[in-house]
């Protein structure tokens, strides 16, 4: 008999967390772990896929239909009256609000998340941002534009630091680089579904008196909130419960319709909970601990390392066709958005070469994010000063190749680093403050490169290029210093909060 039967109130749909042991009288060597693991891996996987493929699409729909039907004069930018030189920052105004927007509202989203039913916040997130790419159908003028693309940002907030802190909920640091690169593949493949499908709808401009960038963003948005409500059965909410149910009738209702069943049968539930309880500690924070976070040193290093991959990713993301274009400016708009899908689909395959080695050897993960940014760096030099647009074509496809493992790998170091200590506050607090913040680079990209720096256009955006090169240069420094500081640094802190407690223990005695 499982401890489960032999203990009602560890039902997994009721039970509260407890620091008792349960399950510590079942082997679980790691085959059966592998196991229990791959299981949770075709649930909770597709679903996270399917999640983050809808929320980075938009992104990368965005930076298409700033080429789409561009020949016709039925770009985005062309059909909105932003062609000419003054409206092209503007337009780069637009595009970096939208990262302002995950910006500001990235650490609220995700501190929310940490005290509701993670699951259905991460629905909520998928049906939001559906609703508001429909809306983009009914754009007029460049103000609406600004608008829509800081609530874009706004709505989608939380996505990326939420998937790291749900999966650090299911898996423990040692498998989750894997994992968080399993679905961050969703991101280049959106990237590279964008330039094909894209291609499709450049043939349906006109069709019932619809730009094709329009047609584009109604079905995108239609399918995503399909997509969103769908997750509410589909997606799995905590492997056990932190907190005693709502007595609210309109909670009870909720849960009892949309709260899926747990994944695992009662006994792989048991072993699965032995093997992460270590995991929950600290589930209750406050603004103190939110405070100690952002003031811990470690902190920022990761910081500068989202910074420079995530201004690199997204510049190629949203600009991506812009360079292939001026290198080649013979090509015909749907030519370009076939080039364009090629980058991401290099950018999956580091993504699956690289990360099962930064899981496997956890300890290097900061110098296999190093030898991703030479690589990147490579591309980026071989992109601007290479003879010939297939030579300047192939850096693209290099970079793409570079760039995959960058974010997982930065994203598990931020859960190894601050969970042990911080709990779920740390998880949390750090994924979304390194993912906000670092986000600046994304700005940096999108406002003051490429469109943003008009004469650079001139040079086939070599400057833009090379100002990139230095930020992953800036990001390949702060791994290093990650990497010498974390484990001194934590230890610091742990010793201090010890002498903190037994001070109190002695306190109280007296």
């Known amino acids: 008999m499982s401890e489960l039967d ?46 983050y493929f809808l929320t980075s699409f938009g992104s990368s729909v965005y930076g298409v239909t700033l080429t789409m039907n561009k020949k016709q004069g039925h770009s985005l ?12 920052k503007t337009l780069s105004t637009a595009s970096a609000l939208y990262y302002v927007g995950y910006i500001v509202f990235d650490v609220p989203m995700n501190l929310i998340m940490t005290k509701v039913s993670p699951q259905s916040w991460l629905a909520r997130i998928v049906i939001t941002v559906g609703l508001v790419y429909t809306c983009y159908i009914a754009l007029e003028s460049s103000h609406a534009l600004i608008a829509v693309r800081f609530i874009s940002g706004m709505v989608g907030a939380g996505t990326w630091p939420g998937l790291s802190y749900y999966i650090s909920l299911w898996y423990p640091n040692e ?42 963003y109604l079905v995108y948005g239609c399918v995503t909130i399909t997509c969103g409500i769908s997750l509410l059965w589909w997606l799995p909410d905590r492997p056990f419960k932190t907190t005693n149910d709502s007595t609210s009738k309109i909670m009870i209702w909720y849960n009892k319709y949309f709260t899926p069943r747990h994944p695992l049968n009662s006994r792989e539930a048991a072993i699965h909970r032995k093997d992460i309880e270590s995991r929950y500690t600290l589930v209750r924070w ?39 274009q001026a290198n080649n400016p013979k090509l015909t708009s749907i030519n370009v958005s076939l080039l364009y899908a090629p980058i991401w689909l290099f950018d999956l395959g580091g993504i699956l070469t690289i990360t099962p080695f930064a899981d496997h050897f956890k300890k290097y993960r900061a110098f296999f994010f190093c030898g991703a940014c030479l690589i990147i760096i490579t591309g980026m030099l ?10 300047r074509y192939a850096g693209l496809l290099i970079a793409g190749y570079g760039l995959g493992p960058t974010v997982p790998i930065c994203m598990s170091l931020s859960a190894e680093i601050f969970g042990p200590i911080y709990g779920d506050s740390g998880i949390a607090v750090s994924a979304a403050v390194v ?32 100002v990139l090169v230095g930020m992953l240069g800036g990001s390949i420094i702060a791994a290093l210093v990650c990497y010498f500081i974390k484990d001194k640094v934590g230890k610091t802190i742990k010793t201090s909060e010890e002498s903190s407690e037994t001070s109190q223990i002695s306190e109280d005695m007296k």
């Open 435 to 466: 993912s906000g913040l670092g986000n600046l680079g994304s700005v940096t990209a999108t406002y003051a490169l490429y469109r943003g720096w008009p004469a650079d256009a001139k040079r086939l955006y070599r400057g833009s290029n090379l």
């Open 175 to 216: 498998r989750s680089v894997r994992r968080i690169g399993y679905y961050f593949t969703a991101a280049q493949i959106s990237a590279a579904a964008a330039g094909l499908v894209s291609a499709g709808f450049q043939k349906m401009d006109g069709v019932r008196g619809y730009y094709g960038w329009q047609w584009m």
């Open 6 to 51: 032999k203990h009602p109130e560890h039902d997994l749909d009721n039970a509260v967390v407890r620091e008792d042991s349960i399950g510590e009288d079942l082997p679980a060597p790691k085959s059966e772990l592998d196991r229990i693991y791959r299981k949770l891996d075709f649930r909770i996987i597709p679903a996270l896929w399917c999640l």
């Open 286 to 324: 406050t603004w103190k601990d939110v405070a100690g976070i952002c003031m811990d040193l470690r902190l920022w290093p990761l910081i500068i390392m989202y910074f420079g991959v995530v201004g690199t990713g997204f510049g190629l993301a949203v600009f991506g066709t812009t360079i292939i």
């Open 77 to 88: 930018p062309q059909s909105l009256g932003m062609d000419d030189v003054k409206s092209k």
């Open 382 to 391: 071989v992109t601007t000063f290479a003879h010939g647009p297939w030579n």
